[in-house]
């Protein structure tokens, strides 16, 4: 199969299968197998395409996520190995290790917990871009840890890695940070397949964690992601515990989803 061969029934099955965006999943697919970018897949549409390729878009049009199916996935600095042990990192993350850097600036051996790692994203990109930061990952699920574990082993950063839940906030930090579940039970009902059906439920849907988590946390800096439209009532839950300087990011789209105050 070519090239131009390949993209068209990739973006016929995937558009079929109700993939939102079937053109630029299929790029996606022909580039990963080529070894190339998805501009480089249309330098010569005459090239021969790996077999592998008719694997990996059957997987995607039983609408498994694209981070799955590929096997990899970019977060800040680093290439994580993303499966179904825990969520796909989203681009929305990347604008919380954004403010921890920020807050950590100039501090040369803080003290931060990730609670809720996942993937290890937030507490290896930490790691990553602030070398002298002592991170602690915890995650309730020992299959998220065994991933985390992995991902850590692979970039070569050091993570404390701990299977353990809210509590671990109240250990003493300089930072504590979490994108804890924040999906209610109703919500979940109505989401992506790619979701629903493939990430952890776990990792998604529970309720009012956030405040749980800054009522416990015995930190300097929290630095919580929140579900779109729930900045407002976090930030005020931040105030109401005696949180100073409580402020709310933005993420890339413009949605507040970022909220982060100081204990002390
Ligand atoms: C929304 S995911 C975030 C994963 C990762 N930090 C990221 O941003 O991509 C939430 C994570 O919190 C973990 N989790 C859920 N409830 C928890 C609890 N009570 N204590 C510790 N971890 C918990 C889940 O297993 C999951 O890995």
């Known amino acids: 199969m070519t090239v131009a061969e390949a993209l068209s029934s990739g973006v016929e099955r995937l558009g079929a299968a109700g993939v939102d965006t079937p053109e630029v999943d299929a790029e996606l697919l022909v580039a990963h197998v080529l ?22 878009l059957e997987r995607r049009s039983r609408r498994e996520p694209m ?37 950590l600036r100039g501090e040369p051996e803080p003290r931060v917990l990730d609670l809720g790692t996942g993937t290890g994203a937030i507490a290896l990109a930490i790691a990553d871009e602030h070398p002298g930061a002592r991170v602690t990952a915890v995650d309730s699920s020992a299959e998220a840890l065994a991933l985390a574990r992995e991902n850590a082993q692979a970039l070569g950063l050091h993570v404390e890695l701990q299977l353990g839940a809210l509590e671990a906030a109240a250990d003493g930090w300089d930072l504590v940070v979490s994108n ?85």
């Open 35 to 56: 070894g190339t970018s998805r501009s480089g897949v249309h330098a010569d549409r005459d090239r021969e395409v790996p077999e592998e390729f008719e694997e990996l």
């Open 180 to 264: 804890p579940p924040y999906v209610t039970p109703a919500e979940w009902d109505t989401l992506q397949p790619e979701i629903r059906v493939w990430e952890p439920r776990a990792a998604l849907v529970g309720e009012n964690l956030h405040e749980e988590i800054a009522r416990r946390a015995d930190t300097r800096f929290l630095v919580l992601e929140v579900g779109d439209g729930q900045a407002q009532n976090v930030a005020g839950a931040l105030r109401s515990l005696g949180y100073l300087d409580v402020t709310i990011s933005r993420d890339l789209a413009g949605k507040k989803r970022v909220v982060e105050g100081r204990r002390r």
């Open 67 to 103: 981070a799955y199916v590929l096997g990899e996935w970019g977060f800040r600095r680093l290439t994580l190995k993303p499966d179904a042990r825990a969520l796909v990192p989203r681009p929305e993350t990347e604008v919380v290790v954004e403010r921890c850097l920020l807050l």
